[in-house]
């Protein structure tokens, strides 16, 4: 009994100790790229009153999903090299990167790029985000299959992914101070929205370099008993995942439930970006709400969103269950946008409608991004998150640019909603269809 006293001292001291020095960090990098990837939301209406007529909402949908096709490009790719090179290395590479191009932005229209049309510089520039920052979710990801157990991964990746919400919560009042206060050298404020928050990805790219260690083994700062634990741990756990198939990189592209999870991302990106990149806009155009009421409306929802996505990922994790806790999220998410699209003329109703939105949405992240993990191990579950992620994330090209042109044709955002809830609720029917997971037995 007192070993085994010892064990559970060692294992709690070895998950806390983890847990403190990485997920804080990981998820400040991750409002910091989701912050660079999505403000365009918050700055595009200031943007269209700079640049005329025609930089519509079609122009803005088009070149909010164009990230996307640069984040597929290079996705895969990057997934496989945090999982064989390094992952310290390459996040640092992509922040600097990302950082750049996301500062450059604000330069749209200006000399530096006058010998590009608006839209042409526009939609390059978002390619080349794309480009740049392809790979850091799903590489974070992988990275975290190389710290925590199946059985905690639910809960810690939902304290990776609050990152989403979070993001939000602070981009849309920052951007919008920023875009309201900031005029600087007569440059308009939408402008140093990009600059101001694209300037500390590149700082914390250079810290990211010697601040993260890559895999256990190389953690000076964990004391040797919680090293050996951790290691053992996630040695028995290859093992037991090895015996089922081995690390074979391929066996990712013939198991059907990857196939499965990819279809579900797509279908819920494109309703979920859709919603995120128009949010600020749909608010924006409810009459006689101050300035203040827009912002607590637009920001209200992912506040929301943080509790119930870190209580979805702690029950997963307590009841070893994944199915149920990703399909039954999706499907109330579906209704709520179909509350709000009822009710698009009602800024009561609507606005309840966006909440409870966000309330249901984000919380099936963790235990969807369990699943990749469950069967597949090292480089075939780093291909698996690198195509469901790659694939999914193509809905964020889909999603935006559907609800721009429908907003375009119809003068209003009730069809781009319809059209953002019945892509949420196909997600969640394939959901049902996931096969659920159990840690995998110990071969004997």
């Known amino acids: 009994m007192p070993a085994d006293k010892d064990v559970d001292s060692v294992s709690a001291r070895a998950r806390r100790r983890i847990s403190r020095r990485l997920l804080p960090y990981l998820l400040f990098l991750y409002v910091l790229a989701f912050l660079d ?35 597929f490009i290079l996705e895969i790719p990057g997934t496989l090299i945090v999982e064989r090179w390094s992952a310290r290395k390459w996040l640092a590479r992509i922040m600097v990167t990302w950082g750049i191009i996301a500062s450059l932005m604000g330069f749209i229209g200006l000399p530096l790029f006058k010998a590009f049309h608006i839209e042409s510089q526009f939609y390059s520039l978002r390619f080349m985000l794309g480009l740049a920052e392809a790979g850091f979710f799903p590489g974070a990801i992988v990275y975290l299959s190389h710290w925590f157990r199946y059985e905690d991964r639910a809960r810690t990746k939902s304290l990776f992914l609050v990152g989403i919400p979070l993001a939000t919560i602070v981009a849309t009042p920052l951007s919008k101070w920023i875009i ?26 250079i810290v990211t ?91 209200l929802p992912y506040v929301l969103g943080v509790f119930t996505m870190l209580l979805n990922g702690w029950h997963s994790d307590r009841t070893l269950e994944r199915r149920w806790h990703t399909a ?13 699209a009822a009710f698009a003329d009602s800024v009561v109703m609507a606005s309840v409608g966006m909440c409870l939105f966000g309330v249901t949405l984000f919380a099936y992240l963790p235990a969807f991004w369990t699943h990749p993990n469950a069967r597949l191990t090292a480089s075939s579950a780093a291909l ?3 195509l469901i992620n790659s694939v999914g994330n193509l809905g964020g090209y889909l999603g935006p640019m559907i609800v721009g042109k429908l907003k375009s044709q119809s003068g209003n955002y009730t069809s781009g909603l319809w059209f953002m809830a019945i892509s949420t609720l196909a997600a969640g ?16």
């Not at 029917?429 to 004997?444: G, M, S, V, Y």
Request: proline share 4%; hydrophobic share 50%; net charge negative.
């Open 209 to 299: 370099w010697f601040y993260l260690t890559d895999r256990p083994e190389e953690a000076k700062w964990l004391p040797e008993d919680e090293k050996a634990w951790i290691v053992g741990e996630l040695a028995k756990e290859h093992h037991a995942k090895a015996s089922l198939g081995g690390d074979v990189i391929l066996n990712a592209l013939k198991n059907r439930q990857v196939w499965l999870l990819a279809s579900i991302y797509f279908l819920e990106i494109t309703g979920m970006y859709g919603f995120t990149f128009f949010l600020p806009s749909i608010v924006e155009r409810m009459k006689g709400l101050s300035v203040v009421a827009q912002t607590t409306i637009a920001t």
């Open 328 to 340: 039954i999220p999706l499907i109330l998410a579906a209704g709520s946008l179909a509350l709000t």
């Open 37 to 71: 990837r999505t403000n365009l939301g918050v700055a595009s209406s200031s943007m269209q009153k700079t640049f005329g007529v025609t930089f519509t909402e079609a122009v803005i949908g088009l070149g909010a999903g164009i990230f996307f096709l640069g984040y």
């Open 429 to 444: 029917l394939l959901a049902c269809l996931l096969t659920d997971t159990k840690k995998p037995a110990e071969p004997t």
């Open 384 to 386: 698996a998150i690198g």
């Open 180 to 205: 309201h206060s900031v005029s600087w050298q007569g440059l308009e404020g939408w402008r140093w929205v990009f600059i101001l928050e694209g300037l500390p990805s590149i700082v914390f790219g």
